[in-house]
């Protein structure tokens, strides 16, 4: 799957959590522009997990701080 099927997919799965009806970017980020708590972050990397059927570890997770970042890390993950 390359980078735009991935960021397609994630654009469908980031609707439900993305409350204030923000336009996604790749520079949006999930603290600041959409607003996610520790919570919603946890159930959005549910969702991303069990679509691909991959996993996010904790450090990668903090290393994510925008859509653009998440896109990638989820492409190079299923390459793996």
Known sequence: MDRAEVDTKIR???EPFN???I????ETTFQN???FDSLTVMDFVAEIED??????????QAEIENYGQLVDAVTKLQAD
């Open 12 to 14: 469908s799965l980031i």
């Open 19 to 21: 409350k204030k009806g």
């Open 23 to 26: 336009a996604i970017k790749d």
């Open 33 to 35: 522009d959409l607003e």
């Open 51 to 60: 679509e691909f059927d991959i996993i996010i570890s904790m450090n990668q």
